[in-house]
């Protein structure tokens, strides 16, 4: 068992997580040191490798046959912790504001009603299967963070970076609602079944 948790597959799920104090530490030095520009492409390069691993830990478990319980449990609290905190980072920085600060929210409140709900269906031994609509999702969303992520140096290279970020994260936002109440609907239909 001890060898499963230490798999390639797994080792690049804890990695995902040590990303993110990484990227909170590359905000920490661009608000400190004069260099912010280079810790903000840090940062991004950081946040590109770890959601490159979001794809490959689970396609290397499936294919090398290498699934394990704390794979399936840390993966994806791994990817919302890397969502959360840099919502929250882009949020402190006021690369995002205003409005669009709602976006942020919508997509937050979503991934913890969702925890919830798996929780507690997982207790009744109901598994509900992510759907194609929901990668997308989550592709787009990682997207919008990579254009936030790069925020106002990116601008200097391409004029519309953190605004192409913020349309993209309002188009995840709207793709957030929707699976949310797919897997809501989904939930609630076992959880009305259960009581009756």
Same mark, same amino acid.
């Given at each position: ?9 797994? *080792? =690049?799920?804890?990695?995902? !997580?040590?990303? %993110?104090?990484?990227? +909170? ?16 492409? %840090?940062? $991004?390069?950081?946040? %590109?490798?770890?959601?490159?691993? &979001?794809? =490959? ?23 919302? *912790? $890397? +969502? ?5 980072? #882009?949020?402190?920085?006021? @690369? ?8 942020a929210i919508t997509i937050l409140c979503r991934e913890i009603l969702v925890s919830g709900l798996r929780e507690y269906l997982a207790a009744l031994k109901v598994s509900v299967p992510v @759907? ?9 969303? *990682? %997207?919008?963070?990579?254009? $936030? $992520? ?23 936002? =709207? *793709? ?5 109440? &797919?897997?809501?609907?989904?939930? #609630?239909?076992? !959880? +009305?079944? &259960?009581?009756?």
């Amino acid at each position: 068992m001890a060898s499963r948790a230490y798999s390639i597959p797994n *080792l =690049l799920t804890y990695g995902r !997580i040590l990303a %993110v104090p990484l990227i +909170v530490l590359c905000f920490f030095i661009e608000g400190r040191l004069s260099i912010s520009n280079t810790a903000r492409w %840090v940062a $991004l390069w950081i946040f %590109v490798i770890a959601s490159l691993t &979001d794809f =490959l830990d689970g396609y290397l478990a499936r294919i090398w046959n290498q699934t394990s319980n704390i794979g399936r449990m840390l993966d994806p609290i791994a990817d919302k *912790l $890397l +969502v959360a905190s840099i919502l929250l980072l #882009v949020a402190a920085d006021q @690369t995002i504001a205003g409005w669009s600060i709602w976006a942020a929210i919508t997509i937050l409140c979503r991934e913890i009603l969702v925890s919830g709900l798996r929780e507690y269906l997982a207790a009744l031994k109901v598994s509900v299967p992510v @759907t194609r609509i929901a990668k997308w999702k989550t592709t787009l969303q *990682l %997207v919008a963070i990579a254009f $936030l $992520l790069a925020g106002p140096a990116g601008d200097e290279i391409f004029p519309y970076t953190t605004q192409t970020g913020i349309a993209l994260l309002w188009i995840a936002a =709207l *793709l957030t609602i929707y699976t949310g109440y &797919d897997y809501f609907r989904a939930g #609630v239909k076992h !959880i +009305v079944d &259960d009581e009756e």
